[in-house]
């Protein structure tokens, strides 16, 4: 049986001279890893349709075990991430996010969405990198069951303070009343305004908050401490570009 979807390619692996393995994040299937036949011929049309973050409409059959892409057709390529190192390797970093944490074999439409808008806004340059960064992040990992509790102070409710403090380990607000005498991390209004924005709000106003540029870097040491926290491993990506910033 040959179905059609489309998908972000996350991952590009050669094989031999011709062959390349991918794995996509697909809106119908999740996260596939797929063998594309003779990808890398001059007169593929899947040549660009393949590569790493190119997003394409996909045709798609099962080979034994193995999906198998005989056709690919480029829908959006995000050529203003390409040639930018910052820009390149925080897309990247995006790419292996959603290969850690987004499913295989489900429905991914609001994974790829997000994906697929945080790259247009990379590749527009419409937004601070680390503000992207830190939306992409914190929603992501809202979407695959790691939401954590902002809606107040988990011990008495209150739903705003001067400063708040965030415990990563529980994934838990706190007043300044209330507020455990270890492991927290101090946030100011806008920040807890800023996360509870990310994770609640409608997916098409995900991007629509403002920040000062403080309040911009303690958001994005957050989102990564808290991301860390939870996937318990290190990013190479990451690494690279916090080298460039
Ligand atoms: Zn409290």
């Excluded at 349709?49 to 997003?55: D, K, P, R």
């Excluded at 992409?136 to 107040?152: H, I, K, Q, W």
Aim: hydrophobic residues 40%.
């Amino acid at each position: 049986m040959r179905l059609n979807t489309d998908g972000l390619i996350i991952k590009e692996t050669n094989v031999g001279d011709a062959d390349r393995f991918v794995t996509v994040l697909t809106r119908d299937m999740g996260v596939i890893r797929a063998f594309v036949r003779g990808a890398r011929s001059i007169k593929s049309r899947s040549l660009s349709a393949t590569q790493l973050l190119g997003y394409s409409r996909l045709y798609v059959f099962m080979s034994r075990d193995t999906y198998v892409i005989d056709e690919a057709e480029p829908i959006e390529v995000f050529f203003g991430v390409r040639g930018d190192f910052t820009r390149t390797s925080l897309a990247m970093y995006f790419c292996e996010l959603i290969s850690e944490l987004a499913p295989e074999g489900n429905d991914s439409q609001e994974i790829l969405s997000l994906a697929l808008n945080t790259l247009y806004k990379l590749s527009n340059n419409k937004l601070p990198t680390h503000q992207l960064k830190a939306i992409f992040e914190m929603r992501l990992l809202s979407l695959t069951g790691y939401m954590p509790a902002l809606v107040g102070c988990e011990h008495c409710g209150k739903y705003s303070d001067d400063t708040m403090y965030f415990d990563v380990e529980h994934s838990q607000l706190y007043c300044s009343s209330c507020k455990p005498s270890q492991h927290t991390f101090a946030l100011g209004v806008g920040v807890v305004t800023a996360l509870r924005h990310i994770c609640l709000s409608d997916p098409e106003k995900v991007f629509s908050f403002t920040l000062s540029a403080a309040g911009l870097k303690s958001l994005s040491e957050i989102s990564e401490i808290y991301l860390l926290a939870r996937t318990q491993r290190r990013y190479k990506s990451l690494d690279l570009y916090k080298s460039f910033t």
